[in-house]
C-alpha cells in the first residue's frame, strides 16, 4: 500500500525554465511534508518542507504547495539550472519526529 | 564538523553470511534510522531508534537486526535470513521531536 505517490519517474525541463515536481498522498493524517534531493550514490539532503496547516512555503528558488483536499502536494524550482539535476523524494509524517513515509522519486534533469 | 559518518562505502559479502553496517553522528541527534533504497523504489524504513537502548520496526525489519547502546551509534546487520540484501543502505538522525532528519553517505551492499 503505497501512500505517498511519484507517478513520475522522470523530468526533463530546459535550463531557466520552471520544474514542477508533483507527489500525491492517501492518508489524511499526514501533518508534515518534506522534499529531498538526492544524488546518485550519496544520502539524500533534506531541501524543504511545509506543514499541513499551510499551503505554500518558500525557500529561494524552491517553493512547496500544499493542497489538501487534493492530497496533493508539488515542489516548483524557478529557475531551473544544471545542478538540479537529482532524484527528488518526496516524503510525508504524521508522527512527529518518528517515521517518513517516501515516494518513489523523480529525477529530474535540467538541460543546458 | 558535524555529521553522519557510514561504513564502508562498498561493501561485497557472500550469501549466507552476516554483515554489519556501521553508523555514526556527532550531531547530538537522540533519534535514529535505517532506510534501504532499492532501484525505481523510495526509501523503505527497516528499524528506528528514538533513544538509547530502544528500538522499533520499520516495514521491512524482517532479516534485520539492529543495537542502540550509545547515543552516538546504530549498527545495522543484515542476516543471512534476509531474501534480498544486494541494496543502497541509508543512516539518518533527528532531534527528537522534529520531523526533519538527516542522512548520512549511504553503504552498497552486495551479495553474491
Known amino acids: 500500500d503505497q501512500q505517498v505517490k511519484q507517478n513520475s519517474p522522470s523530468l526533463s525541463v530546459q535550463e531557466g525554465r520552471i520544474s514542477i515536481l508533483n507527489c500525491d498522498y492517501t492518508n489524511s493524517m499526514f501533518d508534515y511534508f518534506l522534499w529531498y534531493k538526492k544524488y546518485p550514490a550519496e544520502g539524500p539532503t533534506f531541501l524543504i518542507s511545509i506543514s499541513s496547516i499551510k499551503d505554500k512555503n518558500e525557500d529561494g528558488r524552491f517553493t512547496v504547495f500544499l493542497n489538501k483536499s487534493a492530497k496533493h502536494l508539488s515542489l516548483h524550482i524557478v529557475p531551473s539550472q544544471p545542478g538540479d539535476s537529482a532524484v527528488y523524494f518526496c516524503?510525508?509524517?504524521?508522527?512527529?519526529?518518528?517515521?517518513?513515509?517516501f515516494g518513489q522519486g523523480t529525477e529530474l534533469s535540467v538541460k543546458p | 564538523d558535524g555529521g553522519i559518518t557510514q561504513s564502508p562505502k562498498y561493501l561485497f559479502r557472500k550469501e549466507g553470511q552476516n554483515v554489519t553496517l556501521s553508523c555514526e553522528q556527532n550531531l547530538n541527534h537522540d533519534a535514529m534510522y535505517w532506510y534501504r533504497q532499492d532501484p525505481g523504489q523510495g526509501l523503505r524504513l527497516i528499524y528506528y531508534s528514538q533513544i538509547v537502548n530502544d528500538f522499533q520496526k520499520g516495514d521491512i525489519a524482517e532479516g534485520y537486526s539492529v543495537s542502540r547502546e550509545k547515543k552516538e551509534s546504530f549498527p545495522l546487520t543484515v542476516t543471512s535470513a534476509q531474501k534480498n540484501p544486494t541494496a543502497f543502505y541509508l543512516c539518518?538522525?533527528?532531534?527528537?521531536?522534529?520531523?526533519?532528519?538527516?542522512f548520512g553517505p549511504g553503504t552498497r551492499l552486495t551479495v553474491t
Open positions: 539518518a538522525s533527528s532531534i527528537q521531536g522534529w520531523y526533519e532528519q538527516y
Open positions: 516524503a510525508a509524517s504524521h508522527n512527529q519526529g518518528g517515521k517518513l513515509i
